[in-house]
């Protein structure tokens, strides 16, 4: 039985409600009861069932990311929403770690990147996020990470910067449980193998570099060790062409900054079936569909 046929044999007062918002949803990405493409429009406007939403969120990325050949546009659409989340919603990255994603999100990196390229980059985009999140941090201490994080920029050169930028705020957390592990992956030698490449395909190849050297400086810090470290730096010639220049001015912003495009909202709830078309951009929230949550409320 086709749609049509369907819609025929419903009630009139019915079929009006019934094609307003399958006609409004249709070819839609809805997570949780959420048009995606809205969303990442306007990331800070509450939601009306967080906790919700993000399970449901992270389980379609974990999903996606299983998979050995995603959908390619799915899995940038909802990555892009996990990222817009944790950027706009910083407290919503709390309740990740009791979910047990971040493990699955490792483990896909290391097993998948080599299969998949789409899957790295959206990978390292959410771990990007989430290691400003000291309970995700705490949890990636307990799991493989570095590994999984130099197969993933491998696979996806484009993604070095942000996977560099990552890697420096770990260190700067001084934790030595996350300096052996990098250690341990043979990241240290990984890092001056960048910094002695031209990296092709990197948009910001000066910016990218620039996080490397710094991620390296915060990892030599670390009392247990540092000196371990110095020892392998020292013996690089293209360290000692970095190591005493300033790169801050080569660091730019990164690109999910952008996704941030509207104010917080205190009142505005994103849910599937709107009438308001998700290509426009608008400040005003996007409207309740009504017979939807009606549905979700029995």
């Not at 490792?106 to 980059?121: D, H, M, R, Y």
């Not at 197969?151 to 996350?178: C, Q, S, W, Y």
Request: a negative charge.
């Amino acid at each position: 039985v086709n749609n049509e046929e369907v819609v025929r044999k419903l009630p009139q007062s019915f079929r009006v409600v019934f094609l307003l918002v399958y006609t409004d949803v249709e070819g839609q990405i809805i997570v949780g009861g959420v048009i995606l493409k809205l969303f990442i429009q306007q990331p800070s406007w509450v939601l009306r069932r967080p906790k919700e939403f993000l399970v449901a969120l992270m389980d379609r990325f974990d999903n996606l990311i299983a998979q050995p050949d995603p959908n390619g546009e799915e899995l940038e659409t909802v990555s892009q929403a996990v990222v817009c989340l944790f950027v706009a919603q910083q407290q919503m990255a709390d309740m990740l770690p009791q979910l047990g994603h971040i493990p699955k999100i490792f483990k896909e990196l290391k097993v998948k990147s080599p299969i998949n390229n789409a899957i790295p980059k959206a990978c390292i985009a959410v771990v990007h996020q989430i290691v400003n999140n000291d309970l995700c941090v705490a949890t990636m201490k307990t799991c493989d990470c570095m590994e999984p994080l130099i197969i993933g920029m491998k696979a996806r050169p484009d993604a070095v910067g942000l996977a560099a930028e990552a890697l420096h705020t770990l260190f700067e957390r001084n934790d030595t449980v996350l300096v052996h592990k990098a250690v341990k992956a043979g990241l240290v030698e990984y890092l001056l193998e960048l910094l002695d490449s031209p990296l092709q395909g990197v948009d910001n190849p000066s910016g990218a570099k620039a996080q490397i050297v710094k991620a390296l400086k915060a990892m030599r810090k670390d009392l247990e060790l540092g000196d371990e470290i110095d020892a392998t730096l020292e013996k690089s010639s293209v360290w000692s062409i970095y190591k005493d220049q300033k790169h801050d001015l080569f660091i730019q912003q990164t690109q999910f900054a952008g996704y941030l495009t509207g104010p917080v909202g205190v009142a505005g709830y994103l849910t599937a079936g709107t009438s308001t078309q998700a290509s426009a951009v608008s400040d005003e929230p996007p409207p309740m569909d009504l017979h939807h949550e009606e549905e979700a409320d029995d």
